[in-house]
Each structure stands twice: as C-alpha cells, then as structure tokens.
C-alpha cells in the first residue's frame, strides 16, 4: 500500500480494517498497515461512531502570509505584470523565494487579478 503526505487510506481498506476480528498487530499485519492506523480507526469508530477520515490538515502556514498588502499595493500600482514578473520582484524586494502556483493561488485567494481588462476586438488600427 502506497501511502502519502496528506492523503487518507481508502475508505474499502478502513472498512475491511473495522470489520476485521483479531487484535490490533493482527489486524495490521494482515492487511499492511500500522499499528497506530487500526488503533486511530478503532478509536474513531468508538469515540464518534465515524467510519470515515477526519479532515486532513497539514498544519503548514501559507508561505506569503503577510505579504498580502504588498502583493495588493504593487499589483495596483504596476498592473500589467506577469506572475513570473512578480516572483523576481518578491525575491528581490523581500528575499521571499515562491513559485508561480504559490503565487497564483495567493492572488487568487486575494480575489486579485493580473487580467485587467475583457479581449475586445482588435482596433481599426490593427485591422488595416
């Protein structure tokens, strides 16, 4: 069973684990978990009567938390800039190193955009 960061285990492993009889080592052993897995759905069964996962929270705080005003004042002051743009800026402005995905969802978040207007249709300069 391949496990990740962040991820439940599927909800027909946690069944087959709640309905299986033996101790906890037993229980683990037969279907290749850990120990403290059956325990936690065991518990959780008794505790809340829940056979399903909790919420997964990484408790990681977001890297720009902060610098959201900033963000705010340099899209407003200098609007047509890229994302890539604004990641060199906050690198070499703040010393704060962020990818474009991390920026992104934090403008979003923001509920800022980088599209500052609706595609119109080209003027009678660019048609001639």
């Known amino acids: 069973m391949a496990w990740h960061l962040g991820q439940a285990y599927g909800q027909d492993l946690r069944d087959r684990v709640l309905r299986a009889e033996g101790s906890i080592r037993e229980v683990a052993a037969r279907f290749g978990v850990s120990h403290s897995y059956v325990s936690r759905v065991r518990s959780r069964r ?12 990484s408790h990681r705080h977001l890297k720009l938390t902060g610098f959201e005003q900033v963000l705010i004042d340099k899209v407003n002051a200098v609007n047509d800039l890229t994302l890539k743009q604004l990641c060199a800026w906050l690198e070499a402005e703040h010393g704060m190193r962020v990818g474009i995905s991390t920026l992104w969802k934090t403008l979003a978040r923001l509920g800022i955009s980088l599209k500052k207007r609706r595609s119109m249709h080209p003027s009678k300069r660019a048609r001639t």
């Open 46 to 57: 008794r505790r809340l009567g829940e056979d399903t996962p909790g919420v997964q929270c």
